[in-house]
């Protein structure tokens, strides 16, 4: 889709850190089109996980989340380490509880 | 109030007060949505991002800033894959290979299980089981067993086994095959809190031969005159024996308690195989978004934006969603491979279930099971059987099953009854591994158990008046009570091997050793042969379709 659209925006090649504050990641990976899937580092708190590179035009970071008991829809945002660039949608765009995996869409111009 | 209705009403109030704390994530997000009850599949499965969605709406958000809710509802967008999937699993319904597949893989998760008994309980007279598990049937059960355990008697019992909630989704016309957090979503707090958890059987006695008589231990109530030296064991066929209900009790717990956040966390870092099926249901999910990506049309937002904000009930956007899904799952239908990626997701979706369950259990402690049963013995008392079932699964290394329980008599004594409230007292346990690889048709399952019942009195046995006593003619006037067999310990060992079919059928085929039995001295060693059927793969035939 587009920068309109999007969970997560800044410039090609941008550093991110992409936080949720609810569920815990097991695995990530990056998926830009034509190219394998990539993986992604997990933080020890398993609620962060880091983009290198922001990929120019819409890619999408695939989470694969366990959800506990109680757990309430989970907000994605940016954390400490993001390049100043790097921006998140207004309003926070959010994955359901329960579901995965949750796919958060970036892009980069 | 009978004792047999102050029974049932304490339990029913005890499970009430004891299961209303579980609470798992789907519930906790779920608001009270206006399509929760919607009987079309795509509805269900998108009821929450749609409940979101009308009720930004109705607080006039602008539509600029619901771009999240949008992609959610899109079906081209990733976003929308997993709700996609859960959706498309119920439409095709009975008419494609998706269904049935989920069905066997009902059955085939039941053919893992060792936690579940679908025949009689051990006092029963034609029995397979000594000890009770916490798990009973899934919809409706049937059993019929041979065989008697701690009673004289062998007999053949039929079981008719339920699950309440699987009883209430069928006379609801909700899918009763399905798994929650699977494929299906909650009808509610009582859905959740209690008929998930209660089960409910009906044993029949089909034949109880006996031709045996015995010496009286002596005169358990009646006139003195009454009392015989020796009585017939008692025979009959075709009447109701008992009937019971299990209820399943999970430790209550704060799932937003630190503690338990933390246990959770542990659990989850610490189990491998959770994290294999999630990674398999992600990467099995990619093939499906991937022809969604491809070939369902874009949802024009402004529409759907529109008829939302048209009608603030939300039956507009519904209608608008579902012409909208309907369209699309055409398009996509044409990729002949999605219902088998459809399946696959399901099957790990259910796997990763049954892990994610087993991780609850461990993080929120350990789970019971209260089991009521009554009973009506031929020519004895009838009794209220009370039982704590307890079972912990080392996984691979088998499971162990404990019971604990005391039976008491129903109704008023006799006057001047030589016996006390008090039947017996018991506990039991029974360790169980499944023999088999989990990719095999046919499952075995070895179980190992062993009874211990303390009886303060012997046996009682009615003898009816008019009855004329063994080895003579002399009819007994009154009617009378007497002790037969001894009291003290009834020690009962059986080893058993259950053939497990996948299509439902176990087949369990023990043999045991049991120091005496209720009426007769002297050890027995017995056989015990069953046949039972869970009826969940018939679901579809009960007209089941929604979620």
Known sequence: MSLVSCDVHGKTADSLVISLNSGLVQSAYLEVDNQPLVSLSIDSTERQVTVRSLPAGTSYVRLDIVWAPGDSDATIDVAAGSSPTVAVANPKHTLDAGNTPGYVELFGA | MTMTKRCVALLFFFALGIGSDRVLAQSATTSAAFCDKDIRPAILAFCHDLADLQTQVNKNVAEGDLSGDFNKLDLSQPQAAVDFITAVANQMNGQTAAQSAAQGLVGWLNQQRTDQQLGAGASATGTTSLVSKAGGSQLISLAV????????????????????????????????????????????????????????????????????????????????????????????????????????????????????????????????????????????????????????????????????????????????????????????????????????????????????????????????????????????????????????????????????????????????????????????????????????????????????????????????????????????????????????????????????????????????????????????????????YDLSSLSSYFGGGSQ
């Open chain 2, 145 to 532: 067993d041979s065989g008697g355990l701690t009673r004289s008697v062998n007999g053949t019992t039929a079981t008719l086994g339920t699950n309440a909630d699987q009883i209430f989704r069928t006379v609801t016309n909700h899918n009763p095959n399905c798994l929650i957090y699977v494929n299906c979503t909650s009808l509610g707090w009582f859905e959740d809190t209690v008929l998930n958890k209660l089960s409910l059987s009906a044993g029949f006695s089909l034949a109880q031969q006996s031709t045996a008589t015995t010496a009286s231990s002596g005169l358990a109530a009646g006139p003195a005159s009454g009392a015989v030296s020796s009585v017939a064991i008692p025979a009959g066929a075709g009447r109701l024996a008992n009937i019971g209900a299990k209820f399943e009790v999970r430790n209550k717990f704060d799932p937003h308690q630190q503690a338990f956040q933390n246990k959770w966390k542990d659990l989850v870092d610490g189990n491998a195989e959770l994290k294999v099926a999630l990674k398999t249901i992600g990467d099995q999910t990619e093939l499906i978004k991937s022809t969604l990506q491809k070939d369902a049309p874009q949802l024009d937002d402004d529409a759907l934006y529109q008829a939302a904000k048209s009608d603030k009930s939300g039956v507009a956007l519904d209608n608008y969603f579902s012409a909208y899904f309907a369209a699309a799952l055409q398009k996509v239908e044409a990729d002949a491979s999605l219902p088998a990626n459809v399946v696959n997701v399901l099957q790990s979706r259910a796997t990763y279930h049954d892990l994610w369950n087993t991780m609850l259990d461990a993080a929120a402690g350990t789970l019971f099971t209260l089991q009521y049963t009554f009973n009506q013995p031929l020519n004895q008392p009838k009794t209220h059987d009370f039982t704590v079932v307890y079972a912990y699964s080392f996984k691979a290394m088998g499971a162990v099953t404990a019971n604990g329980g005391f039976s008491l008599y129903d109704g008023a004594l006799p006057v001047g009854a030589q016996y006390g409230r008090m039947h017996y007292g018991q506990i039991s346990a029974e360790y169980d591994q499944n023999l088999s690889a989990k990719t095999s048709s046919l499952q075995e399952q070895l179980t190992l158990a062993a009874y211990w019942q303390y009886q303060p009195q012997p046996s009682v046995l009615n003898i009816a008046a008019g009855t004329v006593a063994p080895g003579t003619n002399i009819p007994i006037p009154n009617g009378t009570q007497e002790f037969v067999g001894t009291a003290g310990s009834l020690w009962v060992a059986q080893g058993k091997l259950t053939i497990k079919g996948a299509g439902g059928i176990d087949i369990p085929l023990g043999v045991s050793w049991s120091n005496k039995t209720d009426l007769l001295q002297g050890s027995k060693v017995g056989a015990q042969v069953g046949i039972s």
